[in-house]
């Protein structure tokens, strides 16, 4: 398995600022995610950040609202761009282990209120 | 397409009786399957997998699931439900290699006592 930390655990903003929010791995792996879960919703995928590469984003997220770095094996970065209260949500970093398997683990997930 | 149905937002069950939690999949790949618990205030913990090896999967806390091609189905039972298994349940989907698992809308398990 592989431990997941994020940082911060949770904030609360003010509309029209920037969140950049941390997640470390303890162990090198190749595929990361993002994933937002707005209240009482289930998950969304964001994007997919491989080292290396430019990450991959799902229909309706764009880079300038979530411009993501992946710069070594270990950790990743999300940012939340100018941001409204719509984009309150708990955001989620995921890590798949190994290329030969689809199972995914999990960060705590940072929680975000925007005011 | 790939996709995942979970078949009922709430259960609710008393502690001690038996827990059933629905969840079928369409996929066009010979597919992974996942149940995540999610507490409240904390993250994604993986219950169980199935990857094509045993169609009964036993998972922790005492969870179990049955994969059936025929039905596309993948539930997730409990012989006996205790307080501390109420949460949010999501069933995932793993589709072609390099894609991010897709999620059901989760159900909340409810459990009285």
């Known amino acids: 398995s592989a431990v997941i930390s994020q940082k911060p655990s949770r904030d609360i903003c003010q509309r029209g600022t920037s969140l950049t929010i941390q997640c470390q791995v303890d162990?090198?792996?190749?595929?990361m995610f993002w994933y937002r879960q707005q209240p009482g919703q289930s998950l969304t995928l964001i994007a997919t950040a491989n080292q290396g590469s430019e990450a991959t984003y799902e229909s309706g997220f764009v880079i300038d609202k979530f411009p993501i770095s992946r710069p070594n094996l270990t950790f990743s970065t999300l940012t939340v761009s100018n941001m409204s209260p719509e984009d309150s949500s708990i955001y989620l970093c995921?890590?798949?282990?190994?290329?030969?398997?689809?199972?995914?683990?999990f960060g705590p997930g940072t929680r975000l209120t925007v005011t | 397409a790939q996709s995942v149905t979970q078949l009922d937002s709430h259960v609710s069950v008393s502690e001690g009786t038996p827990v059933l939690l629905r969840c079928n999949y369409s996929?066009?790949?010979?597919?992974?399957l996942f149940w995540y618990v999610q507490h409240p205030n904390k993250g994604l913990q993986l219950l169980l997998k199935?990857?094509?090896?045993?169609?009964l999967v036993k998972g922790i806390n005492g969870f179990e699931a049955e994969f059936k091609k025929s039905e596309t189905s993948f539930h997730l039972t409990k012989p006996s439900a205790h307080m501390s298994d109420a949460a949010e349940y999501f069933c995932?989907?793993?589709?072609?290699?390099?894609?991010?698992?897709?999620f059901g809308k989760g159900t909340t398990l409810s459990v009285s006592s």
């Open positions: 995932a989907l793993g589709g072609s290699a390099g894609t991010a698992l897709i």
């Open positions: 996929s066009s790949y010979s597919p992974s």
């Open positions: 199935y990857t094509s090896a045993a169609t």
């Open positions: 995921s890590v798949r282990p190994g290329l030969s398997t689809n199972l995914q683990y």
């Open positions: 162990s090198q792996v190749t595929m």
